[in-house]
């Protein structure tokens, strides 16, 4: 029996969503020919701006049979939080008919990374530098799915009677 699944990987930085396609056949994981390595919006977007973006993204999708896409989730607030263009991005993406968008933090990521490394160096994927974020997510979340989620670790209280 084949099993196959494609997961698109996605990093919002600015006004860019950077993507990585990823496939998995079989418990081996394959980077298939992809035409897109990030879809933009202009610094100003409008509302007819976001429905191309989201047109565009789509048409990807069906295209190349993507099965899910997963993004990597940004901080609200803080020094490294996401600016109101890319949650508008992110949006536009989880409003996608019939789609499958997942949030996966970046402590799921590490964990998943860390329980199932990748065994090639980044550089001999001949993908960009910029799609490295978005390669590690579809990654961590090709490897979620197949061997389940991360164990929970419980904390305990010290001397629970006192």
């Known amino acids: 029996m084949v099993i196959s699944m494609k997961i698109c990987g996605v990093e919002l930085s600015g006004n860019d969503a950077n993507v990585c396609l990823l496939s ?28 191309y973006f989201q047109r565009t993204f789509a048409k990807l999708v069906e295209d190349y049979k993507i099965d899910k896409v997963v993004i990597k989730q940004r901080p609200m607030k803080g020094k490294f939080a996401g600016g109101a263009i890319g949650f508008k991005l992110e949006a536009a993406l989880e409003l996608i008919a019939d789609l499958e968008v997942e949030i996966l933090s970046p402590t799921d990521i590490k964990g998943s990374l860390k329980r199932n490394p990748v065994h090639i160096p980044f550089r001999e994927t001949d993908l960009k530098s910029f799609q490295q974020t978005a390669f590690e997510t579809a990654y961590a979340a090709l490897m979620l799915d197949t061997y389940g989620p991360l164990p929970v670790i419980e904390k305990h209280k010290k001397d629970e009677d006192e």
């Open 24 to 51: 998995m056949k079989n418990g081996l994981f394959q980077l298939p020919d992809f035409r897109a390595k990030k879809v933009s919006v202009p610094k100003a977007c409008s509302a007819s701006d976001l429905r």
